[in-house]
């Protein structure tokens, strides 16, 4: 339990700051992400690091990047994790691009749920945003479908003058495949990008722009996951759409269970503060005394949950010290 009385139980592991995409609003022009070298964590750092929460409490974990599916062992560490006594849920963020060859090993290492970021249904607007095509993430979309996992969420961060006008079409896409699409709030986590605060839409708009279309009633039941959203179901199409107001939700973290780690071993308790813990530091530490070795990885997870503050930083004109992608999804 942190100092405000949250339980914190969920674990977000980032395995690379490497994509395949180049989205604006995650990874500046002039970012250039660091290849596997001594400072990227092992599989074995991260199987360890996600063996140790569990003997803390943690019960929840998500694979993150960058885009996780690059790494080569992806499924190797997915599997070790879901074997881990203790881990009740497995989930995974992705761009979907190498969904079609890895969605069915996946499903069979453990991941339970898929996080997809679709942020257009505009092919020419996709290409904008990401430098990819939108079919690839399509074939993506529909792989996963075919694997079956439990949930498959897409998540679309709201642009102003540039997918705003998408917010229907997104959520019709979503209800006609029984995959519940959240909007999410611009978040200032690209330092030197090309987003301002000009871009910024809220989920406010978001949803007086669908309620125009289709009633939005409080969903009785939440889809499978343990973040932030607020979700509603469409009364008319019976699709599910969730909300993640970061910046304009006044309460947004106060029922906030998790941590996040980087592809680099740092551990931080908020996404909107700078504070981290160098687990990667930890891990390499040999002290030659054997008691204190062992109690050390356990100690500096716990100090991270001590350091967890009150509220992020978003409303305090905070800036990323690096951008998204170095830190985790």
Request: with cysteine; charged share 25%; net charge neutral.
């Given at each position: 339990m942190d100092p405000f009385?949250?339980?914190?139980?969920?674990?977000?592991?980032?395995?690379?700051?490497?994509?395949?995409?180049?989205?604006?609003?995650?990874?500046?022009?002039?970012?250039?992400?660091?290849?596997?070298?001594?400072?990227?964590?092992?599989?074995?750092?991260?199987?360890?690091?996600?063996?140790?929460?569990?003997?803390?409490?943690?019960r929840k974990f998500r694979i993150t990047g960058g885009e996780p599916l690059i790494r080569p062992d992806i499924v190797d560490i997915a599997r070790r994790i879901w074997d881990l006594a203790g881990v009740q849920t497995l989930g995974l963020s992705t761009n979907a691009l190498l969904l079609p060859k890895l969605a069915e090993p996946l499903k069979q290492a453990g991941v339970r749920s898929i996080n997809i970021s679709l942020d257009t249904l505009d092919p020419g607007g996709y290409q904008h945003l990401t430098g990819r095509r939108l079919e690839a993430v399509l074939a993506g979309i529909d792989a996963a479908a075919a694997a079956g996992f439990e949930c498959i969420k897409l998540n679309c961060v709201l642009l102003r003058g540039i997918n705003d006008d998408q917010v229907l079409a997104l959520a019709e896409f979503g209800s006609a495949r029984a995959m519940p699409v959240r909007f999410i709030e611009l978040?200032?986590?690209?330092?030197?990008?090309?987003?301002?605060?000009?871009?910024?839409?809220?989920?406010?708009?978001?949803?007086?722009?669908?309620?125009?279309?289709?009633?939005?009633?409080?969903?009785?039941?939440?889809?499978?996951?343990?973040?932030?959203?607020?979700?509603?179901?469409?009364?008319?199409?019976?699709?599910?759409?969730?909300?993640?107001?970061?910046?304009?939700?006044?309460?947004?973290?106060?029922?906030?269970?998790?941590?996040?780690?980087?592809?680099?071993?740092?551990?931080?308790?908020?996404?909107?503060?700078?504070?981290?813990?160098?687990?990667?530091?930890?891990?390499?530490?040999?002290?030659?005394?054997?008691?204190?070795?062992?109690?050390?990885?356990?100690?500096?997870?716990?100090?991270?949950?001590?350091?967890?503050?009150?509220?992020?930083?978003?409303?305090?004109?905070?800036e990323m010290q690096r951008p998204m992608v170095a830190i985790g999804g």
């Open positions: 009385g949250r339980t914190i139980d969920y674990l977000r592991l980032s395995v690379t700051d490497r994509c395949n995409e180049r989205c604006l609003y995650c990874m500046p022009e002039n970012y250039r992400p660091w290849t596997q070298r001594g400072d990227h964590l092992s599989a074995d750092d991260i199987v360890r690091i996600a063996a140790t929460a569990t003997e803390l409490g943690f978040m200032p986590l690209a330092p030197g990008g090309p987003l301002d605060d000009r871009h910024f839409f809220s989920v406010a708009e978001a949803m007086a722009r669908l309620s125009r279309h289709d009633a939005l009633d409080p969903a009785t039941t939440k889809p499978v996951g343990h973040g932030p959203a607020r979700y509603y179901r469409l009364r008319r199409s019976g699709g599910v759409v969730g909300f993640i107001g970061a910046v304009t939700c006044a309460d947004f973290c106060a029922d906030c269970n998790k941590l996040r780690l980087t592809a680099d071993g740092k551990l931080r308790p908020c996404l909107g503060r700078h504070g981290e813990i160098d687990l990667r530091q930890v891990l390499r530490a040999k002290t030659g005394d054997t008691l204190a070795d062992a109690i050390a990885l356990p100690a500096a997870i716990l100090e991270a949950i001590a350091n967890k503050p009150e509220h992020h930083g978003f409303a305090e004109d905070f």
